[in-house]
């Protein structure tokens, strides 16, 4: 009895020495923001935008780029008014030219660039049928090559300095590959891939990288995605699974909680308890997981409709969506500068 009591103390003190040394180290590292310059990809509307605005609050200098100019000029419009300071740079990010003027343009501008998100993404939504060979080449340039064209160009000086953040924003979609988002789903597993590699390479320079696994969130982005096949059903699905607070985050409760994990340095955020509860059954059950998502898929909308043609979420609206059950997603994309005009 004695032994196990002795035992069951020492792994009690172990439990606790390896808890008071996690909370220090994070402690070391943590990152203030005041005075700091944050670029975001992907900037402009929707999820860059939420964290634009946090980052603000902060006290950071925000570079903000997307291929829009009028969404980045209504987004640095706003955040003017709340007393930022933003540069906003109009540019492709799968170019890699682009990337490098952008990121010398910033370092011009501000100085050393301490904070990096990765954000720009597209969504294609539809069966694999109506795929395209380019669906996969778009969707590999914005969220592989994107990030690491940016990630190269803003490290020499991270690794000069000895410190930084990367912020990679990935998606469940590259833990658990689900039906009808092949291109998305694919692209984001290998930013996974290179998000995880890099920062077990970086820690040593005092950079660190994180991985954000989003699920479902309430961006607003619904309507600038992209739908094929039958397009209307599918955006009436897309639409209301995004909206529902049961299966979806909240974009703000999101960005907040992306601002503190950058902050921390930590390795991986998995928003959402559904995501968190996907990605761990899958790791158990691949093959289940598998399964179940086959079964899923046979109930999803077939090829057909506008095939292999693209609708973007606003031109797919039909007597289903929008609806009272997208209304949450509705006024995000209103918040968010996720619509064509600034209403």
Not at 99 to 115: C, K, L, P, W, Y
Not at 235 to 240: D, G, K, P, Q
Request: hydrophobic content about 40%; proline content about 4%; charged content about 25%.
């Amino acid at each position: 009895m004695r032994s196990r009591s002795r035992s069951l103390l020492w792994l009690a003190v172990g439990v606790g020495t390896a808890v008071a040394v996690s909370a220090m180290q994070r402690q070391r590292r943590t990152f203030a923001l005041r005075g700091k310059t944050v670029l975001i990809t992907g900037g402009a509307r929707g999820l860059g935008l939420e964290m634009a605005r946090l980052f603000a609050q902060e006290g950071a200098r925000l570079a903000l780029c997307a291929r829009d100019l009028d969404s980045l000029k209504r987004a640095e419009d706003e955040l003017k008014r709340q007393g930022a300071e933003v540069f906003i740079l109009p540019g492709d990010v799968t170019e890699r030219d682009t990337v490098t003027d952008i990121v010398h343009s910033v370092q011009e501008r501000f100085g050393a660039i301490d904070v990096l998100i990765n954000n720009a993404g597209v969504i294609e939504v539809g069966p694999m049928e109506e795929m395209r060979l380019e669906d996969y080449e778009e969707a590999m340039s914005t969220h592989f090559w994107a990030p690491l064209y940016a990630s190269l160009a803003v490290l020499p000086q991270m690794r000069q300095r000895r410190s930084g953040r990367i912020v990679n924003i990935a998606s469940i979609g590259g833990k658990v590959s689900v039906p009808h988002l092949l291109p998305y789903s694919a692209s984001k597993f290998a930013l996974v891939g290179l998000s995880e590699g890099m920062r077990a390479e970086l820690i040593k320079d005092n950079v660190y990288v994180t991985t954000v696994c989003p699920g479902l969130m309430r961006t607003g982005s619904h309507v600038n995605a992209t739908f094929k096949g039958q397009n209307q059903t599918e955006f009436a699905l897309f639409s209301t699974l995004d909206s529902l607070p049961i299966i979806s985050i909240d974009a703000r409760k999101a960005a907040r909680r992306i601002l503190t994990a950058c902050k921390r340095g930590e390795a991986e955020l998995i928003l959402s308890f559904t995501a968190q509860a996907a990605e761990k059954f899958h790791a158990l059950f691949p093959g289940t997981t598998t399964e179940l998502l086959g079964q899923v898929n046979r109930i999803l909308p077939g090829p057909g409709g506008i095939g292999k043609g693209r609708a973007t979420g606003e031109e797919s609206r039909s007597q289903r969506a929008p609806s009272f059950l997208t209304s949450l997603s509705d006024q995000a994309a209103r918040r968010n500068n996720e619509l064509p005009s600034a209403e």
